[in-house]
């Protein structure tokens, strides 16, 4: 027989074996990340941290990094925008824009500009956001190495924030370690689809460098509306400007386009990529896009996003950034929605409304969906990739104060469950079923996950208010157990939260100019709560109450 301690002894090691053994093959992997990864690239180096910031400068300078995007008008440019019979805003509109742009001709012509400058310059036309957008289509330069090949955007991870170095790192060894992975040496495959950009090419060779840099090899799948619609390859520039509101991207990305169209012209090479993969990671923008890159019809996927999820809930581990966490919220019942749009301070006036969001430039493409303010709470009632199968999920969700149209949509739609997701943050989960779930945070900032059970919601003269529901917040080091409904949370407090406290109002607040308060539920009792050294709470489901003022 062992003897008492030797069996103490052999179930730590077990327990051990079990903590570092990787993850069952049955094992769903979601990485959801909340946004604005504050990475090192040859655009933005300014997010290199000062320490590496020199050493980045070298790799860009020598790699002949796509520093910004160029701009440089003409005469061609300007006919292709006359040439358009429908304008967002109508025809008046359009005549102005035109006339603006001759107004401005002899200080345009000749000159590149920076993406700034060219802003800048344009500034007195007082071009909206979709013109705008069409406006940098037309007149975009494409930049050449002197090889003659398209200068591509770069990544030095190394010189980013180590949370995010951590973050991804961390997705590319699930990646390598997972069971399910076919080829156990070399680097782990992660494929990477852009399909939530408007323009899909134009972050493509970011996300390859940032995932090569991690440790991975990288592929892109290159999937859009337009791909998975053409019937004639020959078609995908104009179906992409028909589904994206995006024009001349072709001519940008010359061998991106290319890529692309090989896949179009044969189509099995998508199941085969999608076969290969050790992971797939979606990207930030637009969800809404995604999911019409993945289904022909609302609620419908295709063959191949079938094919892709399928592997998922086997255990190939799925991240997405921004949209791309956004999107993986569902179910199979098709309970769970999709946010895809909208702030607070509509939501909390006016509701959601179960509508798809509608393209860019659908005025001029003739295809809008909804006819009404762009601020406007939107969700798809059937949901997103229904991977996420405990409750809706949202993307830069403090900085961006949209707690109040998170609360709002659970509130509308009645779902129990919601998780906002902050910026430069990743919210980890592994399921063992669809309503068992471990979770776990890493990065900067928080989690905020909404419990609307026993919410109340009153409107009176004007006002709108919440009271009863739960909200908790984790930070890096925090865990969730999901048990069949059940959320049992553990806060990382290094043994200094003492007593049950209560937290700073100001921590839960937003938009507090506008009369929104998302606060302590007045006479409720205390949670368990601590305060980080950068004094950052965190906190264990603590009764709230919001109220919207008229």
């Known amino acids: 027989m062992i003897g008492r301690s030797r069996r103490a002894l052999f179930a730590r090691w077990l327990l051990g074996l079990m903590l570092v053994l990787p993850a069952l093959a049955d094992a769903k992997q979601l990485w959801l990340i909340g946004g604005a990864d504050p990475i090192c690239s040859s655009t933005e180096p300014e997010l290199c941290i000062g320490s590496k910031r020199d050493e980045a400068e070298r790799y860009f300078q020598d790699s002949q990094a796509l520093r910004a995007n160029r701009f440089r008008y003409s005469d061609a440019g300007r006919r292709r925008l006359a040439e358009f019979k429908t304008w967002t805003g109508g025809v008046q509109r359009h005549n102005a824009v035109l006339a603006g742009l001759d107004e401005l001709g002899p200080r345009l012509r000749g000159n590149a500009f920076g993406e700034s400058e060219w802003h800048e310059v344009l500034a007195p036309i007082k071009l909206g956001t979709e013109e705008q957008q069409l406006v940098d289509d037309v007149f975009q330069v494409r930049p050449v190495r002197r090889d003659g090949g398209t200068q591509r955007e770069h990544v030095f991870l190394e010189a980013s924030e180590p949370t995010m170095q951590a973050i991804y790192r961390d997705f590319v060894a699930a990646a390598a370690a997972n069971p399910l992975r076919k080829e156990k040496s070399g680097r782990p495959r992660v494929v990477v689809l852009t399909s939530a950009s408007t323009d899909v090419f134009a972050s493509v060779d970011y996300y390859l460098a940032l995932f090569e840099a991690a440790g991975a090899e990288a592929v892109w799948l290159p ?202 943050t990743a919210l980890k989960a592994e399921f063992s079923s669809p309503d068992s779930a471990q979770l776990q945070v890493m990065g900067k900032a928080g989690v905020w996950i909404v419990d609307t059970a026993g919410a109340k919601v009153s409107s009176e003269n004007g006002d709108w208010s919440a009271s009863g529901f739960r909200a908790s917040r984790l930070l890096a080091g925090d865990s969730a157990r999901w048990r069949d409904g059940t959320l049992e949370i553990t806060l990382d407090c ?53 109220t919207r003022k008229r």
């Open 494 to 546: 290094g043994g200094s939260a003492g007593p049950a406290r209560w937290l700073p109002v100001e921590d839960g607040a937003f938009a507090a100019a506008i009369g929104d308060q998302w606060s302590r539920l007045p006479g409720s009792a205390p949670v368990a709560a601590c305060m980080r050294a950068d004094g950052n709470w965190r906190y264990d489901q603590a009764p709230m109450r919001l």
């Open 223 to 424: 999937l859009e509306p337009a791909l998975i619609r053409a019937g004639d390859c020959a078609d995908l520039e104009a179906l992409r400007f028909f589904w994206n509101g995006v024009t001349s991207r072709a001519a940008i990305y010359p061998e991106w386009a290319k890529y692309q169209r090989d896949f179009c012209l044969h189509p099995e090479r998508l199941d085969e990529v999608v076969d290969s993969a050790d992971a797939f990671f979606f990207n930030g923008g637009d969800q809404s896009l995604t999911m019409r890159s993945l289904q022909l019809e609302p609620g419908q996927f295709t063959p191949l996003a079938r094919r892709l999820l399928a592997r998922v809930e086997d255990g190939i581990p799925l991240g997405g950034t921004s949209a791309g966490d956004a999107v993986q919220a569902g179910n199979a019942a098709g309970t769970i929605p999709m946010i895809s749009g909208g702030t607070s301070e509509h939501a909390l006036r006016f509701g959601a409304l179960a509508v798809e969001a509608n393209t860019q430039l659908c005025e001029i493409n003739d295809n809008c969906t909804m006819h009404g303010d762009r601020d406007q709470l939107t969700y798809l009632a059937h949901g997103g990739l229904g991977v996420f199968t405990l409750g809706v999920t949202d993307s830069h969700f403090h900085e961006s104060q949209r707690e109040g149209r998170l609360l709002r949509l659970l509130l509308d739609t009645g779902t129990r469950f919601g998780f906002g997701v902050d910026e430069a």
